[in-house]
Nanobody, 114 residues
Framework: RLVESGGGLVQAGGSLRLSCLASGDIFGWNAMGWYRQYPGKERERIAAITTDGVTHYIDNLKGRFTISRDIAQGMVWLQMNDLKPEDTAVYYC??????????WGQGTQVTVSS
C-alpha cells in the first residue's frame, strides 16, 4: 500500500516536503521513486533512491529536490525547494522500476503559484 501526503499550495520559491508511507516488504527490498504527473500526461519518474541510499534525479531537478528514505519505517520523502510554477503536478511514490500489480497511491497535489 502506498500513501502520499504533504502536498499543498505554495508560492514560487517556497518549499514542501512530500511523504510516502510504503507498506509492504517489497518496497523495503527495492529502489523507490517519486513520480509526477501533469494533467493529461503520463507519469514520469523524477527521483529515485536505492536501498543503499544512492540517489538519482532528472537533470532539471538536481539541486532543488532531495529524495530520502527510512526503510525500517517504510517511509520515502521528497524535499522540494525553490519550487517553480512548472512543478505544479500530482506527485506519487512507487517502486523505482515497475509496480506491484500496477497499484498506485492517491498521489498528492502540489500547486505552485507565481
Amino acid at each position: 500500500r502506498l500513501v502520499e501526503s504533504g502536498g499543498g499550495l505554495v508560492q514560487a520559491g517556497g518549499s514542501l516536503r512530500l511523504s510516502c508511507l510504503a507498506s509492504g516488504d517489497i518496497f523495503g527490498w527495492n529502489a523507490m521513486g517519486w513520480y509526477r504527473q501533469y494533467p493529461g500526461k503520463e507519469r514520469e519518474r523524477i527521483a529515485a533512491i536505492t536501498t543503499d541510499g544512492v540517489t538519482h534525479y532528472i537533470d532539471n531537478l538536481k539541486g532543488r529536490f532531495t529524495i530520502s528514505r527510512d526503510i525500517a519505517q517504510g517511509m520515502v520523502w521528497l524535499q522540494m525547494n525553490d519550487l517553480k510554477p512548472e512543478d505544479t503536478a500530482v506527485y506519487y511514490c512507487n517502486l523505482a522500476a515497475g509496480t506491484v500489480n500496477n497499484t498506485w497511491g492517491q498521489g498528492t497535489q502540489v500547486t505552485v503559484s507565481s
